[in-house]
T-cell receptor, first 110, second 115 residues
């Protein structure tokens, strides 16, 4: 059974204070690892898909990296508008479903 | 920018009633999905749909649930006899293909409240 564990559950940063969110996973053959942003009462907003260990992707202040056991979402010099819940999900080679983690709730204070 | 659209945004229903949630996936996408999120819990997979048939379903997707693509643009989720525990946010999602990999885009969700 695919499993995704995200840490920390919640993270409070000051504006400009860089940090990283962790996503540990177990999957029977990784087809893709996904990062989403979710605002309260909204649907997940696609950020990145990573496919193989060593891969990195960047978008504005966000950078996602992938190893064989975990992924990190690095947030550089965050702004208050980066406050959201960040979700990690995996898709195994054997199916079409994404298995999500519980998410990390990020708050960036001005 | 193309997006997945869902209606209604919020539906309140009585236990035992039938509910249909509607989705318009992104126009050139081939794979369609329903997920749900109970308040305060993680997003859970319900069903995937490709080439006019279900390709995968979860344990949650029992006989009370059905999906349909009645025309070239809509994708629906029907719950035949709602239960209190069906109260959740239901998300439709779609992707273009690439062997069922690649970016997966979600709609804003339909909140279902069962009384």
């Amino acid at each position: 059974e695919d499993q995704v564990t995200q840490s920390p559950e919640a993270l409070r940063l000051q504006e400009g204070e860089s940090s990283s969110l962790n996503c540990s996973y177990t999957v029977s053959g990784l087809r893709g690892l996904f990062w989403y942003r979710q605002d309260p009462g909204k649907g997940p907003e696609f950020l990145f898909t990573l496919y193989s260990a060593g891969e990195e992707k960047e978008k504005e202040r966000l950078k996602a990296t992938l190893t064989k056991k975990e992924s990190f979402l690095h947030i550089t010099a965050p702004k208050p508008e980066d406050s959201a819940t960040y979700l990690c999900a995996v898709q195994s080679a054997s199916g079409s479903r994404l298995t999500f983690g519980e998410g990390t709730q990020l708050t960036v204070n001005p | 920018e193309p997006e997945v659209t869902q209606t209604p945004s919020h539906q309140v229903t009585q236990m035992g009633q039938e509910v249909i949630l509607r989705c318009v996936p992104i126009s050139n996408h081939l794979y369609f999905y329903w997920y749900r999120q109970i308040l305060g819990q993680k997003v859970e997979f319900l069903v995937s749909f490709y080439n006019n048939e279900i390709s995968e379903k979860s344990e949650i997707f029992d006989d009370q649930f059905s999906v349909e693509r009645p025309d070239g643009s809509n994708f629906t989720l029907k719950i035949r006899s709602t239960k209190l525990e069906d109260s959740a946010m239901y998300f439709c999602a779609s992707r273009w293909g690439q062997g069922e990999t690649g970016e997966l885009f979600f709609g804003e969700g339909s909140r279902l409240t069962v009384l």
